[in-house]
């Protein structure tokens, strides 16, 4: 199983990371929605408003990868051909799509590097980390969060056709309510809530702490509690999807 | 009468394509869930940074609604025919060109206008933005001409598609370059100069400025020149679409490389 994981998450980011379209995609737009974030700001405000910034941008980057990978990764897998084998390989179905969702998370790396880089060349910003080994350990776990929740998305969407389109539209509803660039505290108090229940507010939270300072462990609890919840749910909606379109002979359907 | 047909019917079916199986309610999440969250983001963002008013987010973001029919939905109509092996028939019809390709900016300037409006109207009640009724005439006019000078641009897009494989990157690479350069977010007196200049030449900058005019109070006669400047713009882009169009036909029945990646 570790094998497989392994090895499909190598796979995929290899293959996302060999598309001039995905790479472009992923580097260009956080960096353009940073440079919104610096001028909306202001470039006088605090360099750590502004770096916080860069690093929202970056997390709304790796969201919009898995919202659009993730809501189109089984419908990409009936268009190549090879759902089926895919779901009658002797492992869990569940293990060959979360390498997928996890890899479209992944190469938000790129993301961070260009973003970062951006704002240090044309703004100034400094990169000064406060928690250097916890921005480390909470950059990779909130990444594998995240992936976790494109998981429950690409499960909960596969019956529906037009699941890009639908996994897209998740976008800028998951960049508000996530409090990846603007403030959980200016939106209505019914939003809080919400966004504890979705990884990457506790991502974006755990590398914001590690950077600006705070304590990031418990924002890091949270992702990897999130991450287990999100696999459980996964795998349920997942083998109910599998059942049913066996019984009913529709896998490669839509 | 033949190049009618395919004007108004060979441009609707294409574009109800982009959909899926000719269904345009697939469409619904993109166009009307992500345009709202759009303002409604940029509104709370406006709100955190103290950078304008909630009526300047609602004014620039719906007219920035457009954007999305126009670059992505033109450009998809162009593109989707080399995703689906039809690109060399229909460059072999002997379908009239402009009726051909000018026909798929129609529905996309339609729904453009229909998704502005819905943005106009959703932003203005979920913020309680007040605009004029007697601005509203006026402005319907400009969010008209804001969708035709995008889908003008996803025109010149969509004409790459016939060398490019995948020109719906660049298609959502100018969404957020809209963003920044229109003026639909950011004040174009924090852009530096070389940014306001690329923005003064893209759609919807002279459009947003025209619309804020009507709703601060303005006359159509006052917003006027913005408008006309506006609708200069997508009528250049209009006629560079259409040459970039030919050209790339051109050469690619010269060097036999209609769909070579």
Redesign the interface.
């Known amino acids: 199983m570790i094998r497989v994981l392994a090895s499909g998450l190598r796979i995929h980011f290899l293959q996302l990371s060999r598309s001039a379209?995905d790479v472009?995609?992923i580097t260009?737009?956080p960096i353009?929605?940073a440079?919104?974030?610096y001028?909306?700001?202001?470039a006088e405000s605090d360099p750590r408003v502004l770096l916080t910034a860069s690093l929202g941008a970056t997390v709304m980057a790796i969201w919009s990868s898995v919202a659009f990978g993730s809501g189109g990764a089984i419908e990409l897998q009936r268009r190549l051909g090879t759902l089926e084998l895919l779901v009658a390989a002797p492992v869990p179905f569940g293990a060959v799509l979360a390498p997928i969702t996890i890899a479209t998370s992944a190469i938000g790396v790129y993301a961070l590097a260009a973003t970062l880089l951006w704002g240090r060349l044309l703004f100034g910003i400094p990169l000064h980390f406060e928690h250097p080994l916890m921005f480390a350990l909470s950059l990779p776990v909130a990444i594998v969060a995240i992936g976790m929740l494109g998981l429950v998305l690409a499960s909960t969407l596969i019956f529906y056709?037009?699941s890009l389109?639908?996994g897209?539209?998740f976008?800028?509803?998951g960049?508000?309510v996530m409090g990846l660039?603007?403030?959980l505290s200016?939106?209505p108090g019914w939003v809080a809530p919400i966004s504890w229940l979705l990884a990457p507010t506790w991502g974006m939270r755990a590398i914001r702490e590690s950077t600006i300072g705070g304590s990031p462990l418990r924002a890091i609890a949270m992702c990897l509690a999130l991450s287990a919840c999100y696999a459980v749910i996964a795998v349920a909606f997942l083998r109910a999807f599998e059942r049913l379109a066996r019984e009913r002979a529709t896998l490669a359907l839509t | 009468m033949n190049s009618l047909r395919v004007f108004f019917r060979g441009g609707l079916t294409s574009y109800r394509a982009l959909?899926?199986?000719l269904n345009p309610w697939?469409?619904v999440?993109?166009m009307a869930?992500?345009p709202l969250?759009?303002l409604?983001?940029f509104a709370?963002?406006?709100?955190?940074?103290g950078?304008a008013s909630d009526t300047y987010f609602v004014v620039g973001n719906s007219l920035l609604a457009a954007a999305l029919p126009g670059l992505v939905g033109v450009s998809g109509t162009v593109s989707g025919e080399r995703v689906t092996k039809t690109l060399g028939m229909l460059l072999s019809s002997p379908a009239n060109r402009l009726a051909l390709f000018l026909g798929r900016t129609l529905p996309a300037v339609v729904n453009g206008v229909a998704v502005s409006v819905f943005c106009l109207a959703s932003g203005t009640l979920l913020l309680d933005v007040r605009i004029a009724a007697s601005a509203v005439p006026a402005l319907m006019l400009v969010l008209v001409v804001c969708a035709f000078s995008c889908s003008a641009l996803g025109l010149c897009i969509g004409a790459f598609g016939l060398r490019v494989r995948?020109v719906?990157?660049l298609a959502?690479?100018f969404i957020?370059?809209l963003?920044?350069v229109s003026g639909a977010?950011?004040p174009v007196d924090?852009?530096p100069d070389w940014v306001r200049a690329i923005g003064s030449g893209l759609p919807l900058a002279h459009g947003i400025v025209a619309a804020r005019g009507l709703v601060a109070g303005r006359t159509l006669a006052d917003s006027g020149r913005a408008l006309v400047l506006e609708l200069m713009i997508g009528l250049a882009y209009t006629g560079a679409g259409i040459l970039l169009l030919r050209l790339f036909e051109f050469e690619s029945r010269r060097t036999a490389s209609l769909e070579t990646m």
């Open positions: 379209s472009l995609g260009v737009w353009l929605y440079t919104i974030a001028y909306m700001f202001g056709r037009a389109f639908l897209a539209s976008e800028y509803p960049w508000l660039l603007v403030p200016v939106l | 959909f899926g199986w697939l469409g999440p993109m869930v992500t969250f759009q409604l983001f709370y963002l406006g709100r955190a940074t950078v995948d719906s990157v959502w690479v957020p370059v963003l920044l977010n950011v924090r852009l």
